[in-house]
């Protein structure tokens, strides 16, 4: 079985077994998924060679960022030469399908997430063996100037479960540090691998270093068999970032090289992938050559996941319907206590304003001098980027800025991106959350309400991917005395109030949601799930049965503005999969 990303999303590739690119390679089948491009199983027609196929989808064919980033991914293999990075053969466009492809070596493996999720912790001696593996390869990126910026066990693969012959993919996110940024820093990487200096912390200056910390990050969860904690709200993901990881659960002949490579200060940490390489940890107890990737011992407690998700089978099935897009089905939360009378909030009310155009921001009190992050959240708060754009920050320093949006199309961020370099002085880590037309009234919804971001609640989740008959678990939490309610916004633009899903706690409340499809039909779906504070309830958040989202958002507008309400609102994104 292939260890590329995304197996499971086989069913949404497009081209065809049979098909030739360029009359070189042809096309066998699909084998995954990635963020932007279809990965297929090919050979070489002359040869009969097996080689992985990359290419771009579509939707993203004329698309120049896109474009951008894909031909900086060939780049990057092709000056990267280790037998643990996966070789890159050719990059081109097929001409009579106008498809850009990226030809590589075909492995044939598991990746390291999957060989965790299903065998458990690896041993020592196969920790071993893969850290000096996976160090020499990143070195040689390294000496190229290639940062690879998502360094993760979904991007390892190990064939026949051999981890001295692991590989390292997918460099399509990886930043070269002799030529700049292109397109923007485009924060990449996954949350729970990042490194603080990806968040914007201690200077937000990404570079070799970040891949030693994401690494460390690695090793543990090779080590404990579970990933560390490091995820969470934007806060906790960045607090969890100042102070060294709790590596309890680690081996202890291991932890000395995990403490170096996982100091919060890139100045403190391990200097390079060679030290790491270099590490004596062959003389604890030497490693086996080609240290076995299957669990030959029990593996070692690690940390729980914060939502602990039930059966969806065992939950009863609640008919909803989101016109034909989706179901959902979840636990009724137990009847709430009684709640005292909410409070007025006296914080400015929303100003109606004109769906599009920004309202008159709120000066804030005068400063001496303003530092660079505050410019950020000023220049972000106050930027318009038109109908169906809206962007927050979600991190910001004196030299770096992680940002959010969502949107339908990928333009009006160009844009920002570019104004905000001018503004600013530097480039923005701009993370896109693509939305679909019928999502738009949700999104220029929150537009609506972005100066009063900083006093919206807190929502989280507990996952970005949602497959048929999964549950979403997640948390609302900082909305004070306010009352708080729970939306779902379909692909297909329909909205579902899901607060009677919410469950009381001391101070927060938790949900669990299922999912399911109403049809097989069709790719991934995207979902907005947004949490709404007022004070006192408006009516409107309640509608008898799912609403279009024009007609909803309308509606509770036009509510909050009779009756002098202030709102504030946070979204989170998902993808709801076959």
Partial sequence: MSGYPGRAEVGRARLSAGTRLNGIYEIERPIGMGGMGEIYFGRVIETDDPVAIKVLLPEFSDNAAALTLFRKEASALHRVHHDAVIRYYVFSVEPLLGRPYLAMEFVDGRSLSDILAADGALTFEAVCTLSGRLASGLQAAHDCGIVHRDVSPDNIIIPGNDVARAKII???????????????????????????????????????????????????????GQAIDMGGSQAEIVDKRRRLPDLGATDMRVRPL???????????????????????????????????????????????????????????????????????????????????????????????????TASTPVTPPAQTAASTAD????????????????????????????????????????????????TIGFEADIGLRQVTQAQCPAITFLNRLRHAHDRAPRLDIDKESVRDREVLGGMVDRYGSRTVDLLLVSDGGI?????????????????????????AGGGRQPQLLIAITSAPPLAALHPPQPMPADAFFRNVLDEAMRTGQSLSATARYFMLEK
């Avoid at 909205?495 to 049809?519: C, E, W, Y």
Wanted: glycine share 12%; proline share 8%.
């Fill in 375 to 422: 410019k950020i959240r000023s220049f972000i708060a106050q930027y318009d980027g038109g109908d169906c754009f809206f962007v927050s920050t979600e991190a910001a320093s004196d030299s770096a800025a992680a940002l959010e949006g969502f949107g339908a199309a990928t333009k009006p961020f160009d844009t920002l991106n570019s104004d905000f370099q001018r």
């Fill in 170 to 224: 997918d460099f399509g996110i990886a930043r070269t540090t002799q030529h700049g940024t292109v397109i923007g820093s485009g924060f990449a990487g996954k949350f729970n691998y990042v490194s603080p200096e990806q968040l914007g912390l201690y200077g937000g200056d990404v570079g070799p270093k970040s891949d030693v910390y994401s690494l460390g990050l690695v090793l543990a969860h090779a080590l404990a």
């Fill in 258 to 356: 995990l403490e170096s490579m996982l100091q919060p200060d890139p100045a403190n940490r391990l200097e390079s992938m060679r030290a790491v390489a270099a590490w004596p940890l062959g003389a604890a107890a030497p490693a086996r050559p080609g240290g076995d990737a299957r669990r030959t011992e029990p593996s070692r407690p690690g940390r729980v996941r914060r939502w602990r998700i039930a059966a969806a089978a065992a939950l009863p099935l609640v008919a909803l319907i989101g016109a034909g897009t989706y179901y959902y089905y979840g636990v009724q939360a137990p009847a709430p206590a009684q709640t005292p009378p909410a409070k007025l909030d006296s914080s400015p009310h929303l100003d109606p304003g004109t769906p599009g």
């Fill in 495 to 519: 909205v579902q109030s899901v607060s009677h899903l919410l469950k009381p706690g001391t101070d927060a409340k938790t949900f669990k949601i299922g999912m399911q499809r109403a049809n």
